[in-house]
DNA sequence: CGTTACGCTGACGTTAACGTCAATTCATCT
DNA sequence: AGATGAATTGACGTTAACGTCAGCGTAACG
């Protein structure tokens, strides 16, 4: 059904936007696994799906290292529960970084803009004082 | 009137909670200017003020580099309106940068959520299945 | 058969912000 | 005087996720 034909380095570049060596990387780390026509890397639909996930994950924040083992237990998804828990518990905890890590950044802003506002007075003032002087 | 004697670098470590290391680096790198008394370091209050800020800036996300040029136009404050300006500018840009990563976080927060929540039921079933099958 | 394009494999480079370690100096305590 | 404890400088190490480059093979085009 989702075109199950293989896809060369170049295609799977255009089509995902990543760079060839970005996926030479991934596969020195064991994230996928191309097959090789002669030399040259061939992408499977299971690479497509696992890269997919990869950027996802990454978007979540994950390093490459979680990404892996997740993917690891993906693969073996619900043929071991103890496993499962560990990828739960370990979303769980990265869940909790991004949240905490969010109300830092709400607070940070929150301070930044109030330094703008100080900020945005002086100015005035300098500049009251500027156009005063060249009246 | 605040303390105005010379720290030592252990009482600014202590003081700040950062290594020497730290201090020596953020010399080297022209964020602060201690005095020597002989050849060991000796940090004023300027110092002082300044580490403070870069501690912040550190907080609101900004790299030394941005801290550094963001200082230099501190000194001078007021005494140049187009630097002043300059400053803002940065800041707001900044503000906009941490805006958009804050706004990305909850998405991606709430994305994760969603697979939890998938997770959570898949994991319901097995455990079903599992506890019928033990019954 | 020459060249142009693409792919492959090492292997070293990059960035930020320090950490870590060695060799040395200096002052103080005993 | 010897030992102990801080400080200093210089230099290399670290981490993540690739970027970049050299040197090589090969496949198709004309």
Redesign the pocket.
């Known amino acids: 059904m989702t075109t199950d034909a293989m896809m060369?380095?170049?295609e799977m570049c255009d089509a995902f936007d990543?760079?060839?060596?970005?996926l030479?990387?991934?596969e020195a780390k064991e994230l996928i696994f191309?097959k090789r026509e002669?030399?040259?890397?061939l992408f499977s639909r299971r690479d497509r799906v696992r890269l997919k996930l990869i950027l996802r994950g990454?978007r979540f924040g994950?390093?490459?290292?979680d990404i892996r083992q997740l993917l690891d237990m993906y693969d073996r998804e619900g043929s071991e529960r103890a496993q499962y828990l560990t990828t739960y518990k370990l979303a769980q905890e990265r869940l909790a970084q991004m949240e905490q890590q969010r109300d830092e950044l709400i607070e940070a802003i929150a301070e930044l803009k109030v330094e703008l506002n100080d900020g945005a007075e002086l100015y005035k003032r300098y500049a009251n004082e500027t156009t005063k002087s060249a009246a």
């Open positions: 060369t380095i170049r990543v760079t060839p060596r970005t030479r990387f991934y191309p002669g030399t040259k890397r990454k994950f390093s490459l290292e």
